[in-house]
């Protein structure tokens, strides 16, 4: 297949954007795809427009491209009208499917996937409505509570009306203060107190214009992946310092991940289902990863659903996979095909 493989962007996450296209890029072609990786907001130059999927390439000079814009990107977006880069598009146009190797916002938010839509771009992962829902974390717990999903108690507030008493919040110390819509735990704070507190409500709204406030759940953290509807094998985090904030996601050694984790039969199959059900509560197609915390006595609770989960061969997908005898390449592919069955679906 003739796969675009598109990553970098603007988000805040864009470096861990970088190195999912990165991996995902070289999996497709071990596998025998023509793949190329492409910078949705830099683009690229030079495309050979007779040959624009090359049997040879140069996944490496592709890497260092797209990083040799991380120190522009702030002054490129305020001279750019169009957030895609130069011949993005006609490239995705000519892809069989673009794999989306994008992270948080503009890539995960659901804008690039409405217009794909709108251009007949075949890409991976879920619709658009869909990953605007799951993108928002105050409509996902929303979605969850209607759809009796257990999630921790909370609420959002917008900056413009905010307060700083957690009682009239109707919640106590310790709470989460956290981005509506941010991803890979920034903008993500655990606060004891109300100082912390309202340290955190300031740097969390540096990010954004609405935060949650939401309940501190003390436990165990997992996560499970839902793809084409069936949940595959949990996963456990377990920080050595912290929570599983930024460094931890990222930084080696930093986090012990066990899969499949170590969990009863029952409470297995517990979380396995609440994992499906959170998914289609927000109607999300082709995969996802949901994340999860579990207090001592089993009770569960669905903190988020991802709906372009980090693809990196280390990543938390790729473990669960493993798990299944799937290694990284054919779990690339695997995405490809479930993402694949919505287009012939429509077809029919």
């Known amino acids: 297949m003739n796969i675009v493989v598109l990553a970098g962007g603007t988000s805040t996450e864009r470096e861990i954007s970088i190195s999912t296209g990165n991996g995902v890029c070289r999996a497709l072609r071990q596998r025998g795809h023509k793949a190329v990786l492409v ?8 495309v050979d427009w007779e040959d624009p999927f090359p049997k040879e390439y140069d996944v490496d000079a592709a890497v260092a491209y ?11 977006e305020k001279t750019r009208r169009n957030f895609f880069g130069p011949n993005v598009i006609a490239l995705c146009e000519k892809a069989d499917i673009v794999f989306l190797g994008l992270h948080g916002a503009n890539g995960e938010d659901g804008k ?18 869909s990953s605007a829902l799951a993108m928002d974390k105050g409509i996902t717990k929303q979605m969850f509570l209607m759809n009796h999903v257990p999630t921790p108690k909370g609420t959002t507030m917008e900056k413009k009306s905010y307060t700083t008493d957690l009682h009239e919040l109707g919640m106590e110390f310790p709470v989460v203060v956290k981005t509506c819509c941010g991803g890979s735990s920034v903008g993500v704070y655990m606060v004891n107190d109300q100082a912390e507190y309202e340290k955190a409500l300031q740097e969390a709204f540096s990010y954004e214009d609405e935060v949650v406030v939401e309940e501190y759940i003390k436990g165990r953290e997992f996560s499970v992946a839902v793809v084409d509807g069936k949940a595959y094998p949990i996963i456990e985090i377990a920080p050595l310092e912290g929570f599983y904030d930024y460094k931890n996601k990222y930084q080696a050694g930093s986090t012990i991940e066990t899969c ?13 289902k609440y994992a499906e059900l959170g998914a289609k509560a927000l109607s999300l197609e082709a995969y996802c990863r949901l994340d999860f915390m579990m207090k001592e006595n089993g009770e569960m609770y669905c903190l988020e659903a991802n709906t372009l989960p980090g693809m ?8 669960e996979a493993q798990v299944l005898g799937m ?3 054919q779990l690339c592919e695997e995405l ?9 679906e429509s077809e029919k």
């Open 39 to 46: 910078d949705i907001f830099c683009g690229v130059e030079g």
């Open 66 to 76: 797209m990083k040799g814009f991380d120190e522009k990107i702030k002054d490129m």
């Open 336 to 344: 490809i095909r479930v993402s694949l069955k919505k287009y012939n």
């Open 260 to 272: 499949p984790a170590d969990l009863s039969p029952e409470l297995t199959e517990i979380m396995q």
């Open 327 to 329: 290694d990284y390449p």
């Open 312 to 319: 990196t061969p280390t990543s938390l997908i790729p473990q």
């Open 112 to 129: 690039v996937q409405a217009a794909f839509d709108l251009m007949g771009i075949k890409y991976t992962g879920t619709g658009y409505l």
